[in-house]
């Protein structure tokens, strides 16, 4: 592996006066992979250009249409979730959503002073290819997808649907069902682990997946990822910045660390890596070795030490 570091968000602003310098997204559109670190912070709120609109050009740039959300109970986090252990043991599903299209980004819209209206606009194009995102992620776990909608009510589920159904028929190894949104929401919190592969657009994607990382009970745990048409992904933990603990070495790496883990199994292809990594990070909190946010004293390099002793 060659690893490139280059400035982006707050550090891309401070060195370069843009959250998405020229030579950072050069470097990115030619990597094979993009290993993100979190971005944003009140330093840089008032910017011309804040880190989130670096993050969204990104994504623009590298074209990315679906975010793939692992959301994994880790059994050392069992007790902080605030849903039952017995009903978060054993959860371990993907969310895929759609990150292009739908009525984030629909025309037309309007906002008056009594009235307002968004367009939710999907076309075949957009949903085969998450459809068929979402089927490939499934080949590699429990081959069952779980598409989610409205489609007792809306246009564009209706067609999603639909599109869904045609595409499940390239796949015949995997089963396909159907969820509406609303069901989904509550068997995240009633039985996460009816659950394998979720597809859905953006917006009931966005919902969902903020709403299914509580399941463990902390945001430093997970990771994401999101892929584009050129065949470049970009990896990036879930949470925060955390700008208020930043050089003090008590940053939880779990999520980053699962990141990369992520990144090797999704663009490079190796699985039995990336098991080695997760386990010897789930190993490494199984032995009482956590951050402060987990209720434990163990530093981040300290704690990246041990998962590192644990792959080798």
């Not at 109970?73 to 990150?99: A, C, N, Q």
Request: include cysteine; proline fraction near 5%; glycine fraction near 8%.
């Amino acid at each position: 592996f060659t690893f490139e570091e280059h400035a982006f968000g707050g550090a891309g602003i401070d060195q370069k006066n843009d959250p998405l310098p020229e030579e950072t997204l050069a470097a990115c559109q030619t990597a094979d992979a993009i290993l993100l670190g979190a971005i944003g912070g009140p330093k840089w709120d008032q910017a011309v250009k804040t880190p989130e609109q670096g993050l969204l050009a990104l994504r623009k740039a590298l074209k990315l249409f679906a975010n793939i959300r692992p959301i994994q109970v880790p059994e050392v986090l069992l007790e902080r979730s605030p849903i039952k252990e017995s009903i978060v043991r054993g959860t371990d599903f993907v969310i895929v959503r759609e990150l292009t299209s739908g009525i984030y980004f629909g025309e037309p819209r309007f906002l008056g002073e009594t009235e307002a209206y968004d367009t939710c606009y999907y076309n075949e194009a957009e949903i085969k290819r998450i459809v068929r995102q979402a089927f490939s992620i499934a080949q590699g776990r429990k081959k069952q997808v779980m598409s989610v909608d409205k489609a007792n009510v809306l246009a564009s589920s209706k067609l999603w649907r639909k599109i869904a159904e045609e595409i499940a028929l390239e796949f015949p190894d995997c089963t396909l069902t159907h969820q509406y949104v609303d069901s989904a929401a509550m068997k995240i919190i009633q039985n996460p682990r009816e659950f394998d592969v979720i597809v859905t657009e953006n917006l009931f994607g966005d919902v969902l997946s903020d709403e299914a990382s509580v399941l463990p009970g902390t945001l430093g745990v997970l990771p994401s990822a999101s892929y584009g048409e050129s065949g470049i992904a970009l990896y990036e933990p879930i949470h925060g910045s955390a700008p208020d603990i930043a050089g003090q070495d008590i940053a939880n790496p779990v999520s980053m660390i699962l990141s990369a883990s992520l990144m090797l199994r999704q663009s490079f292809g190796l699985e039995a890596m990336a098991e080695k990594i997760e386990k010897a990070c789930f190993d490494t909190m199984e032995a009482g070795i956590l951050t402060s946010d987990l209720g434990g004293t163990t530093s981040t390099s300290t704690f990246t030490q041990e998962v590192i002793k644990r792959i080798k």
